[in-house]
């Protein structure tokens, strides 16, 4: 595919879902099974309206069915399935209509909240529908009345979805075959987002009322020094405003935010995604809570020029007005957060640093921490009955 997007001013690829390489290889299928014609290449038309022609590979016929497979090609986005042989096969069936399921390597459903039911293949809601409108394409072609039959498979999946979150959000044996758009646009923060969403919807799902969001590694090691396990925490990345938003929508009953000061008190300033490139107000906003609380104009001065806020913590504390700056902070970013949910959930704060450990917390947070984590070892003791339960 030589496709290619501007993002932050490089010239990057695009490349193409595995639900763009499942509807491909099921199209070019069913097309040589329909019409005993040789394909090579196949064009499809991706649901975002790019059209792309890909090349075939280890086509297989015999007289019921025809397989053959589409490499996948993530273009410059870092993706552990890029290289992959992403298979169809496709057969005949006396009923009509186009019924999709997946074999080796595709991985099935065991938990709630996901796009599909626990048991079945995960291929989503949306390469479904692409795999289904091709084929109907290639049946009204080849004026063929009948039913097909489709099976994904890709024979690595199993030992690639070990490297991906697979297994942790409930899906066992292989890859997703996934895609909204068709198409990879590399790094996409989306893709990022919708993983998030995925994941607080299977918690949700699981039954769990609260949620515990932390942006990212420093966040996870200071929760397992509080005495939870990391687990019990959803990485939020930099883009703790969607977390939080996406927690509201899906009905949390209340939500605690544990984080690292560098990242929590751009929330202050309502900056709700924190990452550098959309800004870095850290200073001018500790500075500013400084001056609420009687800073003189030169050890402002100071607070501006530090380069990390533990060392603007460190003046702070010189100055003696360390926990009044910090509390100060701390209502700012509970009023801008609460603004956020819309009051639809109860929302709590703890921010830290690694060189000061705990600065400050909302009222709230202590007792949310507590529900959180008796919440979490009721569903780890239901996961440990679920797994002693004899099976048949």
């Known amino acids: 595919m030589k496709e290619y997007i501007n993002k932050d001013g490089k010239r990057l690829r695009l490349g193409y879902t595995t639900g763009t390489c499942a509807a491909a290889a099921s199209k070019a299928a069913a097309w040589m099974l329909l019409t005993g014609k040789p394909l090579r290449r196949i064009g499809v038309l991706t649901p975002g309206g790019m059209d792309v022609s890909l090349e075939l590979k280890d086509i297989q016929t015999d007289e019921n069915a025809v397989s053959c497979a589409v490499i996948k090609d993530s273009g410059d986005d870092p993706d552990v399935t890029n290289g992959m042989y992403i298979y169809a096969r496709v057969s005949r069936t006396d009923e009509p209509g186009v019924t999709i399921d997946g074999g080796q390597g595709i991985g099935r459903v065991t938990k709630r909240g996901l796009d599909r039911s626990v048991g079945e293949a995960a291929i989503n809601t949306g390469p479904r529908r692409q795999i289904k409108e091709n084929l109907i394409e290639v049946c009204r072609a080849a004026d063929y009345g009948g039913g097909l039959s489709v099976v994904i498979y890709a024979p690595e999946g199993e030992a690639v979805s070990k490297k991906t979150l697979n297994s942790r959000l409930g899906i066992e044996g292989g890859i997703s075959i996934l895609g909204t758009t068709g198409i990879v646009e590399p790094m996409s923060e989306q893709a990022l987002i919708e993983t998030i969403r995925l994941e607080l919807t299977q918690r949700r799902e699981s039954g769990r009322k609260y949620v515990l969001l932390t942006p990212g590694n420093y966040g996870l090691e200071y929760i397992e020094s509080l005495g939870a396990d990391k687990s019990t925490a959803q990485v939020t990345s930099n883009f703790i405003g ?25 929330l202050a300033g309502g900056m709700f995604n924190t990452h550098s490139k959309y800004g870095d107000c850290r200073m001018e906003i500790i500075a500013a809570h400084a001056a609420a609380q009687g800073m003189s104009g030169g050890d402002i001065g100071r607070i501006l020029s530090c380069a990390t806020c533990d060392a603007a913590v460190d003046v702070l504390k010189e100055k003696g007005i360390c926990e009044k700056t910090l509390f100060s902070i701390m209502r700012s970013i509970e009023k801008n957060i609460n603004a956020r949910t819309g009051g639809k959930m109860s929302a709590g704060v703890i921010m830290f640093s690694r060189q000061h450990g705990h600065l400050c917390e909302t009222k709230n947070a202590k007792e949310l921490f507590s529900m959180i984590v008796k919440e979490q070892k009721k569903w780890f003791i239901s996961l440990e009955r679920e797994a002693a339960r004899p099976t048949l």
């Open 242 to 266: 969607d977390s939080i938003d996406m927690a509201a929508e899906l009905h949390f009953r209340g939500m605690l935010l544990i984080g690292h000061m560098g990242k929590l008190v751009k």
